[in-house]
């Protein structure tokens, strides 16, 4: 069975530019700035004893006050998983590095998230709606996204 | 982003997108019953009521289905066209995938928007004469995603509907009882009315 | 002589007479105005899957398709003559065995010389 890598070790881990990024620890998920994701997780990628080389699934939720955005890392070989998160505050124009260049599964994943919340991840190959068509106003998967259509 | 030809996938998105917003414009209100005439009293001659009874025998013992289902009320009409309910009593068994050779539409699903041009095409592409069946929730109006922002209020806002058959999903037995009405329906077909 | 010959040639105006009234019979009840017609531009276009065609349609294929599919057919070819080797095996002895030999030794000469031109490779 997927073991839970706890998060103290993780923080532990981290060099010490990187563990000054990690805002909180949760029960949940280690929620970390959003400028320094892509060095995270590279990092856990290939540190041995971490090697969270599988990104199994990003997710985006609208929480109200604040989009939040899920990783969710596997290690194939050490058979653990953890969850990194990122808070954005800006719901205006939030925007989030893009892990493609990493994990090239992560592209599709992060088009869904833009298309359905309307996040922007910088640094994406094609950044573009992914299940709704060109044309279609608004992002629907947003709290306060109506019904008038 | 450049796939190949010198063709950009946006500008086929940007295309795409025009395509769907004219066919949501276009089906604002429900396309009216295809067979209102069926009720009318035609006049029938001797040689037309013979070669009707001639051509909607031929039509209705050899209905083929195209295979164009979108969502899971597939899954009853794969029960319904396999050994147990078997519509290959019917002359149906027969599931074309090119729709050339298809004059019926079994709409077995939720039809999103993105989704319903490519119905669309493929009715217009069927063979005349074509009947199409509307089945389960999702296929009469939308079903419970009747106020959502991507599906398709009901197949007849795109397709001329002939039948439809509620239900969520309708079992095999419903399916087969709309198929019998499409039936009686396709024998008061008369070429009078230059059907 | 002759006669014994008349039935193939009755045989084959069937056949004939059969073939073109099932192409004529609909054409036919067309012109008379008895099946319904009612043609379109998107009915006349290409059936892909109910999405327009992009780009042009006459394109050059890769000619490497037709490699693979030499080979599948001479592959393809073996079975139908050794399916009825096999079934006829017992009774066609040490012969049978010896000539299916040559032709299977026949087919992997083919088959390693396809292997050596590098027709197994994607390029």
């Given at each position: 069975?997927t ?9 532990e ?13 949760e ?7 959003p ?23 990003i ?7 604040y ?5 969710l ?5 050490l ?5 990194l ?15 493609a260049?990493?994990?090239?599964g ?7 998230i833009?298309?359905l ?16 068509w060109?044309g279609?106003?608004g992002?629907?998967?947003?709290k306060?996204?109506?019904h008038?259509? | ?9 946006m500008d086929?998105d ?6 769907i ?5 276009s089906?604002?209100?429900a ?15 001797i ?11 031929g ?13 899971c ?27 050339r ?23 217009e ?25 991507a ?23 419903a ?21 | 002589?002759l ?15 059969f ?18 017609s ?17 780009g ?18 001479s592959?393809?070819?073996t ?9 006829e ?5 040490p ?9 299977l ?19």
């Amino acid at each position: 069975m997927t073991v839970q890598l706890e998060y103290n070790r993780i923080v532990e881990a981290l060099p010490q530019n990187l563990a000054s990024s990690v805002i909180a620890i949760e029960d949940h998920g280690l929620i970390i700035q959003p400028e320094r994701l892509t060095d995270i997780a590279a990092f856990l990628k290939v540190e041995p004893g971490m090697e969270l080389d599988y990104l199994c699934s990003i997710t985006g939720v609208d929480c109200i006050n604040y989009f939040e955005i899920d990783y969710l890392l596997y290690s194939i070989k050490l058979n653990h998983r953890c969850t990194l998160k990122v808070r954005l505050a800006d719901k205006s124009e939030p925007a989030v590095p893009s892990l493609a260049g990493l994990w090239l599964g992560a592209e599709l994943q992060e088009r869904e998230i833009f298309d359905l919340l309307g996040i922007n991840f910088s640094g994406h190959p094609d950044m573009k709606r992914i299940f709704l068509w060109e044309g279609f106003p608004g992002h629907p998967l947003r709290k306060d996204y109506g019904h008038g259509c | 982003m450049e796939i190949g030809s010198g063709i950009n996938s946006m500008d086929l998105d940007l295309h795409e997108g025009h395509v769907i917003e004219d066919l949501k414009n276009s089906a604002a209100s429900a396309l009216p019953e295809p067979s209102r005439w069926l009720d009318e009293e035609i006049e029938r001659n001797i040689i037309t009521t013979t070669v009707d009874k001639l051509l909607n025998w031929g039509r209705k013992t050899s209905l083929w289905t195209e295979t164009s289902f979108t969502a899971c009320c597939t899954f009853e009409f794969i029960s319904t066209s396999s050994s147990r309910f078997d519509i290959a009593r019917f002359g149906m068994e027969v599931l074309r995938s090119s729709p050339r050779h298809a004059d019926l539409m079994i709409t077995a699903g939720t039809l999103t928007w993105k989704m319903a041009p490519q119905i669309k095409r493929v009715y217009e592409q069927m063979a005349e004469p074509k009947w199409v069946i509307a089945m389960g929730a999702c296929g009469i109006s939308g079903g419970i995603f009747a106020d959502s922002y991507a599906v398709v209020p009901g197949y007849n806002r795109i397709l001329p509907v002939d039948v439809y058959i509620p239900g969520c999903p309708p079992r095999p037995e419903a399916l087969l009882a709309g198929i019998e009405l499409l039936r009686k329906k396709i024998e008061k077909r008369s070429i009078a009315k230059g059907n | 002589m002759l006669s014994e010959f008349s039935l193939i040639a009755l045989f084959i105006l069937i056949v004939l007479g059969f073939a073109t009234s099932l192409v004529l019979i609909p054409v036919a009840l067309r012109k008379l105005g008895i099946v319904p017609s009612q043609p379109s531009a998107v009915k006349s276009e290409p059936y892909e899957c109910g999405l327009e065609t992009t780009g042009p349609t006459w394109i050059q294929f890769k000619i490497r398709y037709y490699f693979y599919a030499l080979l599948l057919i001479s592959l393809d070819i073996t079975v139908v003559f050794l399916y009825p080797w096999a079934v006829e095996l017992t009774s066609l002895g040490p012969a049978g065995l010896i000539t299916i030999f040559i032709f299977l030794g026949i087919l992997a000469v083919g088959y390693l010389y396809a292997w050596r031109k590098g027709a197994l490779e994607w390029k």
